[in-house]
């Protein structure tokens, strides 16, 4: 299995500000995954993040917004930006390794 | 990407039962996986039914996977009060790209 950490675990921020999430894999990877996850529901896939490369961003997510960076095989960012209430979500990273798919503790961020 | 379906949504049991969790999807696969989550926490990676594969096990977890009609099922045996958790299945197209669709998840409470 793969071993992924995630900073901060959770954060409190004000409405209009951004916040960038980090994710560390413990090995090299090719993909990395941005997921959402928003109170009591299932996880949304906003992006996939590969090195050298701008992401891909799914339907109903823009760079923008969800800005992401993939500097190197085991790093990446989330950058949350201008943010409101509705972005109040728990925000989850996860890399992939022999077709298993792990994932980090996620950020728990609350947007007041 | 259509998310599949969990059922049933809640499920509660007596400590010692067998929790059954049913999961459908729409489009061909890969891979599914399943996953478990703690109150809000990161998701757990269970394991791995590939599609050309009927049944898996895994300790107390038994899945099986019947690409005819979209479906797959979790078996936990002899449960436990920390078995307590959401459950999600997740599918990877027959694409290879690794994303990853989720179900609704089901939430199982174990009575101890």
């Known amino acids: 299995s793969a071993v992924i950490s995630q900073k901060p675990s959770r954060d409190i921020c004000q409405r209009g500000t951004s916040l960038t999430i980090q994710c560390q894999v413990d090995?090299?990877?090719?993909?990395m995954f941005w997921y959402r996850q928003q109170p009591g529901q299932s996880l949304t896939l906003i992006a996939t993040?590969?090195?050298?490369?701008?992401?891909?961003?799914e339907s109903g997510f823009v760079i923008d917004k969800f800005p992401i960076s993939r500097p190197n095989l085991t790093f990446s960012t989330l950058t949350v930006s201008n943010m409101s209430p509705e972005d109040s979500s728990i925000y989850l990273c996860?890399?992939?390794?022999?077709?298993?798919?792990?994932f980090g503790p996620g950020t728990r961020l609350t947007v007041l | 990407s259509q998310q599949g379906e969990e059922d049933p949504q809640a499920l509660s049991i007596q400590e010692g039962e067998n929790a059954t969790m049913n999961c459908s999807y729409k489009?061909?696969?890969?891979?599914l996986q399943w996953y478990r989550q703690n109150s809000g926490r990161g998701l757990v990676h269970l394991i791995l039914?590939?599609?050309?594969?009927r049944e898996k096990h895994s300790g107390r977890l038994r899945v099986t996977l019947d690409t005819s009609k979209k479906s797959s099922s979790l078996l936990i045996t002899a449960s436990r009060a920390a078995d307590t958790a959401s459950y999600f299945c997740?599918?990877?197209?027959?694409?290879?790209?690794?994303?990853?669709?989720f179900g609704t998840g089901t939430r199982l409470t174990i009575i101890p």
């Open positions: 489009t061909s696969i890969n891979n």
């Open positions: 090995s090299q990877v090719t993909m």
């Open positions: 996860s890399a992939a390794r022999d077709n298993e798919q792990f």
């Open positions: 993040a590969n090195q050298g490369s701008e992401a891909t961003y």
């Open positions: 997740a599918t990877d197209s027959s694409f290879g790209n690794e994303k990853l669709t």
């Open positions: 039914i590939r599609s050309n594969e």
